[in-house]
T-cell receptor, first 117, second 110 residues
């Protein structure tokens, strides 16, 4: 079946540096993908919709200059956390729909733990 | 605005039945999902409702009432491995964008 893969699963970076997280749809094409973040013991908060070939759509309160999203192909979206700070430490997770062949199934990546030190 | 509410925490005993409620007020409605999430892992799909009524899938059932903006997830014959967070999510429009509820942490005791 359709699978969404995320990389890296864990990353530690220094404060002030940038980190890129990749989200790939492995056997289907995704014109849109979604990026969420999740703090410990909280639910998933939608950050932005990644649109293939055009600008991402950000949710209210999410800084687009800080969380850069690129969706250059139908199978890859990237989230770059720029000038990372300790408060950006979180679990980041992407999702994509599997298309008509998978009905209403929405697939999630494995998630990426970001720790900023 | 979008508002999806669930109880924060619930406890239950192994072998019992538990019902997790979800109420929602969203700008639109195109389906409701339930996910299970173990700590530190990605959510896994449990059920999907778009029409009123009950959907049953083994030990898990999910109910939807669109007029009341209400859903519940019913877990039967609870097992220790069912200890996890349960997330209610609404798809407000066509497409795959989901708005998640606050999540319910369920602890199953022997």
């Amino acid at each position: 079946g359709a699978v969404v893969s995320q990389h890296p699963s864990r990353v530690i970076c220094k404060s002030g540096t940038s980190v890129k997280i990749e989200c790939r749809s492995l056997d289907f094409q995704a014109t849109t993908m979604f990026w969420y973040r999740q703090f410990p013991k909280q639910s998933l908060m939608l950050m932005a919709t990644s649109n293939e070939g055009s600008k991402a759509t950000y949710e209210q309160g999410v800084e687009k200059d800080k969380f850069l999203i690129n969706h250059a192909s139908l199978t890859l979206s990237t989230l770059t956390v720029t000038s990372a700070h300790p408060e950006d430490s979180s679990f980041y997770i992407c999702s994509a729909g599997g298309g008509l062949s998978s009905g209403n199934t929405i697939y999630f990546g494995e998630g990426s733990w970001l720790t900023v030190v | 605005g979008q508002n999806i509410d669930q109880p924060t925490e619930m406890t239950a005993t192994e072998g019992a039945i538990v019902q997790i409620n979800c109420t929602y007020q969203t700008s639109g409605f195109n389906g409701l999902f339930w996910y299970q999430q173990h700590a530190g892992e990605a959510p896994t799909f449990l059920s999907y409702n778009v029409l009123d009524g009950l959907e049953e899938k083994g030990r898990f059932s999910s109910f939807l009432s669109r007029s009341k903006g209400y859903s519940y997830l019913l877990l039967k014959e609870l097992q220790m491995k069912d200890s996890a967070s349960y997330l209610c999510a609404v798809r407000p429009a066509r497409g795959d964008k989901l708005i998640f509820g606050t999540g319910t942490r369920l602890q199953v005791f022997p």
